[in-house]
């Protein structure tokens, strides 16, 4: 797996975006996150090194594009057909791409995009139930050949029957909040979306506890070293069928 932020920057907005990690960490370094502007990793996906091979191996399986931006994000609109150029030319990667922008999907979208390329798959975040019917019927109408659905932070009990019965939906991933103002995560919420998940024979992934848990109607204080591990100590994923 690889990361491949071609530019950095962005603009909360939902609720989900409220803690947002990218924010606290360049508060750190009295950054402004607001501003979005190119990386020096912009060309990362074809970089090659001295020997002609690709800096980013075929062995590193997926990418993850813009983990501290949105891809669709305003500011990239003019930059955004180079990038789809070197997906385009990198099939041998698998291109993962989650936002909270899915309503900008047609933005700069290639000319041979037609139904999807077929080593991209998209992602909407959806933290809470407003936000899951706002975009996910976008994601299902839209050309996308590779759906899937993220629940993090998850904010609420989330019901996604409808969206996974038109067997569109590859994958749901649901996690809690990190950070000292983290929101409670409520294992119910996990468990609930993993019944829906089964009952329509969709993998699931429980990622992370976030820093706040409940469990039994208690409250976990979760230190970040142990939310991840935690998470896959509950022994709930559900792998591809």
Same mark, same amino acid.
């Given at each position: 797996m690889s990361i491949w932020n071609p530019?950095?920057?962005?603009?909360?907005?939902?609720?989900?975006?409220?803690?947002?990690?990218?924010?606290?960490? $360049?508060?750190?370094? @009295?950054?402004?996150? =607001?501003?979005?502007?190119?990386?020096?990793?912009?060309?990362?996906?074809?970089?090659r090194k001295k020997d002609g091979s690709y800096s980013i191996k075929p062995d590193d399986g997926y990418v993850y594009i813009c983990m501290t931006s949105d891809f669709f994000?305003?500011?990239?609109?003019?930059?955004?057909?180079e990038i789809w150029q070197m997906v385009k030319e990198r099939k041998d990667l698998n291109f993962y791409i989650i936002t909270k922008r899915i309503?900008?999907?047609?933005?700069?979208?290639? $000319?041979?995009?037609? @139904?999807?390329?077929? =080593?991209?798959?998209i992602c909407t975040t959806c933290e809470n139930q407003a936000m899951t019917d706002e975009r996910l019927p976008m994601l299902l109408d839209l050309p996308i050949k590779h759906r899937e659905i993220i629940h993090e932070p998850m904010l609420?009990?989330?019901?996604?029957?409808?969206?996974?019965?038109?067997?569109?939906?590859?994958?749901?991933?649901c996690g809690g909040e990190s950070g000292p103002n983290a929101r409670v995560c409520n294992y119910d919420w996990i468990l609930n979306t993993r019944e829906q998940c089964l009952k329509y024979n969709v993998?699931?992934?429980?990622?992370?506890?976030?820093?706040?848990?409940?469990?039994?109607?208690?409250?976990?204080?979760?230190?970040r070293k142990d939310q991840l591990r935690q998470a896959h100590k509950a022994n709930i994923d559900i792998k591809k069928f």
């Open positions: 530019w950095h920057g962005c603009h909360k907005k939902s609720a989900g975006c409220l803690n947002c990690y990218m924010f606290r960490r $360049d508060a750190e370094f @009295d950054k402004d996150s =607001n501003i979005v502007s190119k990386t020096k990793n912009f060309n990362e996906a074809i970089k994000i305003e500011e990239a609109d003019s930059w955004r057909k309503e900008r999907f047609n933005v700069s979208i290639p $000319d041979d995009w037609n @139904d999807g390329y077929d =080593n991209v798959t609420e009990k989330i019901n996604i029957e409808k969206y996974l019965e038109t067997s569109k939906i590859e994958h749901v991933t993998p699931f992934y429980f990622k992370q506890t976030g820093a706040n848990f409940i469990k039994d109607n208690t409250i976990y204080k979760v230190a």
